[in-house]
């Protein structure tokens, strides 16, 4: 069986379910001792944040399938709702929706950099269902003849090899050429570090903010008779005294006493300051705006209006295409993608600006001649009006000329009917 890119068996000799562990612990350790891969860094609230933002716009936004087609008027888009793919990306498998299933694929690309799903076929026919394969449990090895070989563990605990033919794949950037690299992985010291000062919060404040206790003795106590009893001493206390119990009353053997406690200041360690760094690093190697990931610290309306609009430039679209060019190759035939067929994610519902802007923009591209009516109303998600009244009509203003051309002569004025005399 294949774990985390690891091959584990039962047979003699084989490595062994803690020997596994071991070594997956041992690659993903970090100096702040805490162990970060692409499934436990979603305790960081940071990972959580920029997973979530991503995932949740990808699923938002419908993917449809288009021809591309030329005409005097320059290039155009035909929708193909009835082609197979466009049907498959609507209902890819038996269990998931098309929303569920664009989250999980665009939750595990940005944790994994990887995200693979089994192309299932009839007999003959077009693909007719994806069944993703957990990137944790798939690995890619190319051979020398330059394919590759997927093998991946299934639900059952079995290992199964798949060619290239029978995967769809979709990766982000790869230092080996092949398989995505894990952003997780990258910067997992970051991750571990806001890990670490969140349990280490939680210590404190599950145990009340009550600070470090300190006992001595006495002057002329003779002390615990043996180690045994101080360990004792000290286990008994943190058993009565820790989380719901810290309020308790408590009496102190004879010649112990409590020293001052030893309080944590949260300025000094720089605890606050260091949680609020880390959340900017982790959003900053991820691209995702500050905003996004809680920090409204340096925030306007300004500024997050323009934020978001970066956000979906910089990383959703990206990301969309990413997918959109893997699609193309892995569920178009050659005849498809020689008849101008294509694979679009529309974007529209993620960057849209507020009902006034929007229909300021619409009135500025009717005017100019751009839109027309139906054209307007299908951007505001509006049932077209019939040609007759003038739907599909274009208008432009009688000033303007085009270019080259001599501007048309003016229409001549009927002139006044001539005033005789005692009319």
């Given at each position: 069986?294949?774990?985390?890119?690891?091959?584990?068996?039962?047979k003699?000799?084989?490595?062994?379910?803690?020997?596994?562990?071991?070594?997956?612990?041992?690659?993903?350790?970090t100096?702040?001792?805490?162990v970060?891969?692409p499934?436990?860094?979603?305790?960081?609230?940071?990972v959580?944040?920029?997973?979530?933002?991503?995932?949740?716009?990808?699923?938002?936004?419908?993917?449809?399938?288009?021809?591309?087609?030329?005409?005097?008027?320059?290039?155009?888009?035909?929708k193909?709702?009835?082609?197979?793919?466009?049907?498959?990306?609507?209902?890819?498998?038996?269990?998931?929706?098309?929303?569920?299933?664009?989250?999980?694929a665009?939750?595990?690309?940005v944790?994994?950099?990887?995200?693979?799903?089994?192309?299932?076929?009839?007999?003959?026919?077009?693909?007719?269902?994806?069944?993703?394969?957990?990137?944790?449990?798939?690995d890619?090895?190319?051979?020398?003849?330059?394919?590759?070989?997927?093998?991946?563990?299934?639900?059952?605990?079995?290992?199964?090899d798949?060619?290239?033919?029978?995967?769809?794949?979709?990766?982000?950037a790869?230092?080996?050429?092949?398989?995505?690299?894990?952003?997780i992985?990258?910067?997992?010291?970051?991750?571990?570090?806001?890990?670490?000062?969140?349990?280490?919060?939680?210590?404190?404040?599950?145990?009340?903010?009550?600070?470090?206790?300190?006992?001595?003795?006495?002057?002329?106590?003779?002390?615990?008779?043996?180690?045994?009893?101080?360990?004792?001493?000290?286990?008994?206390?943190?058993?009565?005294?820790?989380q719901?119990?810290?309020f308790?009353a408590?009496?102190?053997?004879?010649?112990?006493?409590?020293?001052?406690?030893?309080?944590?200041?949260?300025?000094?360690?720089?605890?606050?300051?260091?949680?609020?760094?880390?959340?900017?690093?982790?959003?900053?190697?991820?691209g995702?705006?500050?905003?996004?990931?809680?920090?409204?610290?340096?925030?306007?309306?300004?500024?997050?209006?323009?934020?978001?609009?970066?956000?979906?430039?910089?990383?959703?679209?990206?990301?969309?295409?990413?997918?959109?060019?893997?699609?193309?190759?892995?569920?178009?035939?050659?005849?498809?993608?020689?008849?101008?067929?294509?694979?679009?994610?529309n974007?529209?519902a993620?960057?849209?600006?507020?009902?006034?802007?929007?229909?300021e923009?619409?009135?500025?591209?009717?005017?100019?001649?751009?839109?027309s009516?139906?054209?307007?109303?299908?951007?505001?998600?509006?049932?077209?009006?019939?040609e007759?009244?003038g739907?599909?009509?274009?208008?432009?203003?009688?000033?303007?000329?085009v270019?080259?051309?001599?501007?048309?002569a003016?229409?001549?004025?009927?002139?006044?009917?001539?005033?005789?005399?005692?009319?």
């Amino acid at each position: 069986m294949n774990l985390f890119g690891f091959e584990i068996s039962r047979k003699s000799g084989a490595m062994t379910l803690d020997e596994l562990i071991n070594r997956i612990e041992a690659c993903f350790a970090t100096a702040s001792n805490v162990v970060v891969t692409p499934e436990t860094c979603m305790e960081s609230p940071t990972v959580h944040a920029i997973v979530t933002a991503i995932s949740r716009r990808i699923s938002v936004s419908p993917v449809s399938v288009y021809r591309k087609t030329t005409s005097k008027s320059g290039d155009a888009k035909e929708k193909l709702p009835n082609h197979p793919v466009a049907k498959l990306l609507n209902s890819p498998n038996d269990w998931q929706s098309r929303v569920n299933y664009w989250q999980d694929a665009a939750s595990w690309f940005v944790r994994y950099g990887n995200f693979y799903a089994w192309k299932g076929r009839g007999l003959t026919g077009p693909i007719r269902k994806l069944l993703p394969l957990h990137p944790g449990g798939t690995d890619v090895t190319q051979n020398d003849d330059w394919s590759l070989v997927y093998r991946s563990t299934l639900a059952g605990g079995k290992s199964r090899d798949f060619t290239a033919d029978e995967i769809h794949h979709v990766r982000g950037a790869a230092r080996n050429g092949y398989k995505g690299d894990s952003f997780i992985t990258d910067v997992r010291e970051a991750i571990a570090l806001e890990i670490a000062a969140e349990r280490m919060g939680g210590s404190l404040f599950g145990n009340g903010a009550v600070p470090l206790m300190v006992f001595k003795q006495m002057v002329g106590s003779a002390g615990f008779k043996t180690l045994e009893d101080q360990k004792k001493f000290i286990e008994d206390f943190q058993e009565k005294f820790s989380q719901k119990k810290r309020f308790t009353a408590m009496m102190l053997p004879k010649g112990i006493e409590a020293d001052k406690p030893v309080a944590v200041e949260n300025d000094k360690a720089q605890f606050l300051e260091t949680r609020k760094f880390q959340r900017t690093v982790i959003a900053g190697a991820a691209g995702v705006p500050p905003h996004l990931v809680g920090d409204l610290e340096r925030a306007t309306f300004n500024n997050v209006e323009q934020q978001d609009s970066d956000f979906t430039i910089n990383v959703i679209l990206p990301i969309a295409q990413t997918f959109e060019s893997s699609m193309e190759r892995d569920f178009l035939t050659v005849e498809d993608r020689n008849s101008g067929i294509i694979i679009r994610f529309n974007l529209d519902a993620i960057q849209r600006a507020d009902f006034k802007s929007r229909q300021e923009g619409n009135r500025i591209m009717r005017e100019g001649g751009a839109l027309s009516p139906n054209e307007w109303r299908e951007r505001e998600s509006m049932n077209p009006i019939s040609e007759e009244d003038g739907g599909d009509d274009y208008i432009r203003p009688m000033n303007f000329a085009v270019s080259g051309e001599d501007p048309p002569a003016p229409k001549p004025q009927p002139s006044a009917a001539p005033v005789t005399e005692g009319a």
